[in-house]
């Protein structure tokens, strides 16, 4: 199964800027389909973007459309998440998720195979 490690998160004031990563331990994510998650304290788990495997457009859910940019370095087994113009709403654990192949456009969780343990990202003053 593929091992998927966040990292980048910290914490940061509103209206900055951070860049999570997510790597595959090993393996490309080249061919799969990669989700970022989110879960904020006290809150349901929601998906922030969805990019298919045929390296197609990302989507992005609304709540973060023109702040936040997924991209991909296949030769690093790297995905990307910049996250512009942060909001004290943002502030939540991201996830990264994969599943080989393709998967609905809006990365359902119950298909994602395999995800990572998490990264928080606190926006605050």
């Known amino acids: 199964q593929v091992q998927l490690v966040e990292s980048g998160g910290g914490l940061v004031q509103p209206g900055g800027s951070l860049k999570l990563s997510c790597t595959a331990s090993?393996?490309?994510?080249?061919?799969?389909?990669i989700g970022w998650f989110r879960q904020a304290p006290g809150k349901k788990r929601e998906g922030v973007s969805c990019t298919p495997h045929n390296h197609g457009d990302t989507f992005y859910f609304d709540s973060v459309k023109g702040r936040f940019t997924v991209s991909r370095d296949n030769n690093k087994s790297t995905v990307y998440l910049q996250m512009d113009n942060l909001k004290s709403e943002d502030t939540a654990v991201y996830y990264c998720a994969a599943v080989w192949g393709p998967a609905n456009w809006y990365c359902p969780a119950e298909v994602m195979a395999s995800w990572g343990k998490g990264t928080l990202v606190t926006v605050s003053t």
């Open positions: 090993g393996f490309s994510l080249d061919y799969y389909t």
